[in-house]
């Protein structure tokens, strides 16, 4: 199961602009802090590059910069979760942190160290920006050729999408068969692990249906058939690479007591609108 241990947030000069824990695996994040920035000074030293991810005994650290700013969050997780998992979700926090406090505001306070409490109101956005950080997930993956669309559903709603037009109406009418697929899905994986997805051609043999099962979700790619066969294997190569990730954020947010059928910050109104008509269109 994936955990998140620590997220910590900090000046280049190490002082610790703001930490959270999800486990008690680190008992004083602010001296983790002070041993973090020697870290990504000794390793600018000897290297001239700053560290992206460090793997230990039991824990993985992974580091993202913003030098503009001079900050940079480092995560804490299991080392057995990727490392592309770690940037993404330090990416997505150390993001949002920035756009939530000015720059100006930023280098004020890691240069005086005065009204670091102003910072503590982050802590309950966390649970939200891992959620949504399926949206970026999405969006490159609708930006690799030979991929036509992208999209992650719920029973009741389109929870998150890429970045192209969704025939909403569509697809939520048929919202049921779709789940009653991924259904035997898990079905066929009790049976045979080697089951992954389900892999549906259309009449013209010109766009290919894949449909996964991620916990109370359903991750469906679109592919293109008329591309080359090596742009099909990217595509489907970073499809399934993108399902590891949002099965990442998924069982964090199952752990974590999140969900999507709980938080529908994400899901839009136009989608539920769209529920509606779509049931009364069935009377």
């Not at 099962?213 to 008329?226: F, G």
């Amino acid at each position: 199961v994936m955990v998140l241990r620590n997220v910590i947030i900090l000046a280049q000069s190490g002082l610790v602009l703001f930490a959270k824990e999800f486990m008690h695996s680190v008992a004083q994040p602010r001296l983790l802090g002070s041993l973090l920035t020697a870290m990504t000074e000794f390793s600018a030293l000897a290297t001239g590059m700053k560290p992206t991810f460090i793997e230990l005994s039991s824990l993985a650290v992974t580091f993202v910069h913003d030098d503009t700013v001079k900050v940079f969050c480092a995560l804490v997780h299991d080392r057995n979760d990727s490392a592309s998992f770690g940037q993404l979700i330090a990416s997505e926090i150390l993001t949002a942190f920035v756009d939530e406090y000015s720059p100006d505001r930023l280098r004020s306070t890691a240069s005086s160290g005065h009204n670091l409490r102003d910072f503590g109101s982050f802590d309950a956005k966390i649970a939200a920006i891992v959620q949504h950080s399926i949206r970026p997930v999405l969006q490159k993956l609708d930006a690799q050729p030979g991929v036509i669309q992208s999209l992650l559903l719920t029973e009741e709603n389109i929870v998150q999408a890429g970045v192209g037009e969704i025939d909403q109406f569509a697809i939520l009418a048929n919202n049921a068969a779709i789940f009653c697929y991924s259904d035997v899905i898990l079905n066929l994986v009790n049976q045979n692990d080697s089951t992954k997805h389900i892999i549906f051609d259309d009449e013209l043999g010109l766009r290919r249906t894949l449909l996964w099962r991620i916990e109370d979700c359903v991750l469906i790619v679109y592919l293109s058939t008329q591309v080359a066969s090596p742009i099909y294997a990217d595509a489907l190569d970073l499809a399934e690479q993108s399902r590891s990730l949002i099965a990442q954020v998924l069982a964090f947010m199952r752990t974590s007591g999140a969900s999507f059928r709980r938080s529908t910050a994400n899901a839009s109104t136009s989608s539920k609108k769209a529920t509606r008509k779509v049931e009364s269109n069935n009377r």
